[in-house]
């Protein structure tokens, strides 16, 4: 099965946004993305990691993955936020996917050429 994480990772707007928010470094290595720690081991970005650690960024690639779900029928993905919003591990970054929404509304093109 395709990890979900490995898999919006390469999305080019997604890695450009990131660097732009966190101060995690995420390298690709071997065709997967890993963070890449102070003392330079990596630890790869997976769904199932469970890790507390990197909370922040797997709230925000679970937001990419929402957003490119429904970035055409956002009303379907409010939807299936209201259903979710009790389940703390599907946590999103709602201020996040706000701004990807009204950006894609505004220019599509802003994530094709990022």
Known sequence: MVDKYQEILKLEYVNKILQKITDIKIVKFEEQYYIKE???????????????????????????????????????????????????HEQINLELLKQLQSQYSIDKSYFESL
């Open 38 to 88: 102070y003392n330079q081991n990596l630890f790869i970005i997976k769904e199932d990691s469970n890790t507390k650690r990197y909370s922040e960024l797997t709230n925000i690639l679970r937001t990419f993955i929402h957003f490119e779900k429904y970035k055409k029928v956002p009303i379907e993905g409010y939807i299936e936020i209201s259903k979710n919003k009790f389940n703390r």
